[in-house]
Nanobody, 131 residues
Framework: QVQLVESGGGLVQAGGSLRLSCVAS?????????????MGWFRQAPGKERDFVAT????????YYADSVKGRFTISRDNAKNTVSLQMNSLKPEDTAVYYC???????????????????WGQGTQVTVSS
């Protein structure tokens, strides 16, 4: 089983910053390390569908961002700590949501991961941006 635990959410004023972290534990598959899987961040605002925020491929060489967060959010990973982070700057009230991290189910996928292909999700961390 794989566990993903997010942290770092909270209440912040517009223009502020937060850094979210997602720690992965457990066995990915056949002992494969998490560093060989793409990871992504998604968010869900009240009454809305879950939206893609950011992801990178397994090597971290290619990153993808939603247009709404480009230039403000940065996704990164620390393979030694099995951690994926999301640095969020210049936060806006519309960034308010529960943020989730997720793991790709395919080992070393070379292209961007479709949302339907994430097999494990964290419990989410609340981010609230006040105006």
């Amino acid at each position: 089983q794989v566990q993903l635990v997010e942290s770092g959410g909270g209440l912040v004023q517009a223009g502020g910053s937060l850094r979210l972290s997602c720690v992965a534990s457990g066995r990915a598959a056949s002992g494969r390390t998490f560093s060989n899987y793409a990871m992504g961040w998604f968010r869900q605002a009240p009454g809305k569908e879950r939206d893609f925020v950011a992801t990178f491929n397994w090597s971290g060489g290619d990153t993808y961002y939603a247009d709404s967060v480009k230039g403000r959010f940065t996704i990164s990973r620390d393979n030694a700590k099995n951690t994926v982070s999301l640095q969020m700057n210049s936060l806006k009230p519309e960034d308010t949501a529960v943020y989730y991290c997720a793991k790709d189910k395919v080992w070393r996928r070379s292209v961007r991961t479709p949302e339907s292909e994430y097999d494990y999700w964290g419990q989410g961390t609340q981010v609230t941006v006040s105006s």
